[in-house]
C-alpha cells in the first residue's frame, strides 16, 4: 500500500506501569496496548489470545441466539469445517504475523490479501478484474516490496507467517462469502459453526506455538491474570466476536474484495490514529502511504461497492 516504516519502540513493562508513564493519550488505545504488552512476555501468547477469542465468539453467539435476535440453522460439516479450518489460520496467522513483525510490517503486508483474492479468482474461478483496476493493484504491490526493503525488523519467521496470512486469508474470505450463497445461511448462522470448529482445530496447537510447561518460569502460565489484564482479555474477546460476524456481514452483501477494500481504509485509521495516541513510540518514516491507500480506496470503491 504505499512506502511507510513503522517501528514501535515496545517497553517491558507491567500494562498498568505502560498506560501510566507513556503518552497519556495512549489510554485510548487498550487492544493495540494488550497486544503489546502480551507480545513483550518471553513467552508468545497470540496463539491462546486466538483460541480464546473464538471461545468467546461462540458463546456470544449462543447469547444472542437465546435472546431470538437470530435463529440458528443446520449446516453440513464438511464445507463449514473446512471454512474452520482457513478461519483459524486466517486469526492465528495473523496474530503471529503481528507479534514477528513490526506493527507497519504487519499492517502493510495485510494489504497484499487484495491481489491475492483477484489472483485465486482468477487463477481457480476464472473470475477477473477490470483492467482499469488491475492497474490499481500495482501501487500496493510496489509500496509493499518499498516497505519491506527500508524495515530494519524485517526478519524470516515474520515474513513466512505474513505471507502464509495473506494466501490462508484470501481462501478464508473466498469461501465465506461462497457458503453464505451455496447453503443459504446468513453471516451468524455461518459463524456459530466456524467459531467453535475453529477453536477445536487450535487446540492441538496451543502447546506447540505457547509456552505451557508447569515448571518453566517464562511459561504462559506466569502470565499476571489481575483484574486489569482479565478485563482486558474479556475486551478483545468481545471486539474479536464484532470482528468476527463483521467479516461474515461484508462480504455476505458484498464481495471479499469489496471487504478488502475496506480494510485499506481502516489500515489508513489504524497508522494515523496510532501516531497520534503514541506520537512518543511510534516513528513514520515515510507519510506518503496514507495518502496513498485512501486514493486507491477512493478509486477501488467508485466501481466495487454494492
Not at 465468539?57 to 482457513?86: D, I, R, W
Amino acid at each position: 500500500k504505499g512506502s511507510i516504516s513503522i517501528s514501535v519502540k515496545t517497553r517491558y513493562l507491567p500494562l498498568r506501569s505502560e498506560m501510566r508513564h507513556s503518552n497519556p493519550d495512549a489510554r485510548g488505545c487498550p487492544l493495540y496496548l494488550f497486544v503489546r504488552h502480551c507480545a513483550s512476555f518471553s513467552t508468545p501468547t497470540a496463539t491462546t489470545l486466538t483460541f480464546i477469542h473464538f471461545v468467546c465468539t461462540f458463546v456470544l453467539l449462543l447469547t444472542v441466539s437465546a435472546f431470538g435476535l437470530y435463529q440458528m440453522k443446520e449446516l453440513p460439516l464438511g464445507p463449514t469445517s473446512k471454512l474452520a479450518a482457513t478461519s483459524m489460520g486466517f486469526v492465528l496467522l495473523t496474530n503471529l504475523s503481528l507479534q514477528y513483525n513490526s506493527v507497519g510490517f504487519y499492517q502493510i503486508m495485510k494489504v497484499m490479501t487484495t491481489p491475492m483474492i483477484v489472483l485465486i479468482e482468477a487463477v481457480l474461478y476464472k473470475k477477473f478484474l477490470e483492467r482499469k483496476l488491475r492497474f490499481a493493484l500495482l501501487p500496493i504491490c510496489l509500496g509493499v516490496i518499498l516497505t519491506a526493503s527500508t524495515d530494519f525488523r524485517l526478519n524470516l519467521t515474520g515474513t513466512i507467517f505474513a505471507i502464509s496470512s495473506v494466501v490462508v486469508t484470501s481462501f478464508y474470505q473466498i469461501w465465506s462469502g461462497a457458503l453464505q450463497k451455496g447453503l443459504d445461511a446468513d453471516a451468524l448462522q455461518l459463524q456459530t459453526y466456524n467459531a467453535p470448529l475453529s477453536a477445536l482445530f487450535i487446540m492441538p496447537l496451543l502447546p506447540v506455538f505457547d509456552n505451557y510447561m508447569v515448571k518453566d518460569p517464562n511459561a504462559i502460565w506466569s502470565f499476571p491474570f489481575n483484574p486489569l489484564n482479565s478485563s482486558l482479555i474479556f475486551l478483545t474477546g468481545l471486539i474479536a466476536f464484532l470482528v468476527n460476524v463483521s467479516i461474515f456481514l461484508v462480504i455476505g452483501k458484498s464481495s471479499a474484495l469489496t471487504y478488502n477494500i475496506l480494510g485499506h481504509g481502516k489500515t489508513c485509521v489504524i497508522i494515523l490514529s496510532v501516531s497520534a495516541h503514541l506520537n512518543g513510540s511510534v516513528e513514520a518514516v515515510t507519510p506518503a502511504e496514507p495518502t496513498y491507500s485512501r486514493s486507491r480506496t477512493s478509486f477501488f470503491s467508485e466501481d466495487l461497492w454494492m
